[in-house]
């Protein structure tokens, strides 16, 4: 009898072990920065040229949309905006008067909802709504896609794919790590430590909660053109990787 119980336990703990290994395997799967399971998926580009992608998630935001204009125009530099759809929508003007200082949208879905386990019309209705919104902001150029918090595992990878999109993800995130972010400084630092050519960077400047982020993206520019890079969208990064 104990020998039965223990054996029952024995089968159980294994269980338990094999499930969470799977889960933990599922769970890096759907985040990975560098694969997905069908389409497309950048995170970087290999070139010789100084040259680097700056990307901003979320937003737009009317508030902030004239400062981060600003700053870019100071610096001759582009970036790609990955709006979300919801707030596109409430604030039309902001994407218009990005894409006419000619920067780049690209869609982070409609609601910034995790985009497992997702229905197909779910998927659909998040990313259709949000390229139309931004084909309505003036973009004729392809439309990026960024998933929310870089999640995707199986039905959003297959539909991208299907659709011909192509996924950018990251190679660089400051502001992702609070240390980092607690002063515009340590985001230029950690930055400056690990870009490269071909590095695609990502910043969240819009809301209050990441004050520091838009603080650091004047300085973040000047350090990278002082150090002889040319900072532009990820449409162009991609133009100059295919063009060589």
Do not use: C
Not at 3 to 29: E, W
Not at 149 to 157: A, I, R, S, W
Not at 198 to 204: A, D, E, F, K, R
């Amino acid at each position: 009898m104990a020998s039965s119980f223990k054996r029952a336990a024995v089968r159980g703990l294994v269980a338990a072990i094999a499930l969470l290994l799977i889960l933990y395997a599922t769970r890096s799967l759907a985040r990975s920065r560098s694969f997905q399971l069908a389409g497309e998926l950048v995170d970087r580009i290999e070139t010789t040229d100084s040259v680097v992608a700056l990307t901003f998630d979320d937003g737009p935001v009317p508030l902030v949309v004239d400062s981060l204009i600003h700053h870019l125009e100071a610096a001759g530099a582009r970036a790609t905006f990955f709006v979300i759809g919801q707030e596109l929508e409430q604030n039309a003007e902001a994407g218009k008067r990005l894409v006419e200082a000619g920067h780049e949208l690209g869609n982070h879905t409609y609601t910034h909802a995790r985009m497992v386990l997702r229905s197909e019309e779910s998927i659909h209705l998040e990313i259709e709504r949000t390229d139309s919104l931004i084909r309505d902001a003036g973009q004729t150029d392809r439309i990026f896609f960024r998933p929310p918090f870089g999640y995707k595992l199986v039905g959003l990878p297959y539909y991208l794919e299907g659709t011909g999109r192509t996924t950018i993800t990251w190679d660089i995130e400051p502001d992702s790590y609070p240390e980092v972010a607690e002063t515009p400084e340590g985001i230029v630092r950690h930055v400056l430590a690990r870009v490269r050519p071909g590095s695609i960077i990502l910043l969240h400047p819009w809301y209050p909660s990441r004050r520091t982020s838009l603080e650091a993206v004047p300085l973040l520019l000047d350090s990278l053109k002082r150090r002889g890079y040319t900072v532009t969208t990820v449409g162009e990064l991609l133009r100059r990787a295919r063009d060589r």
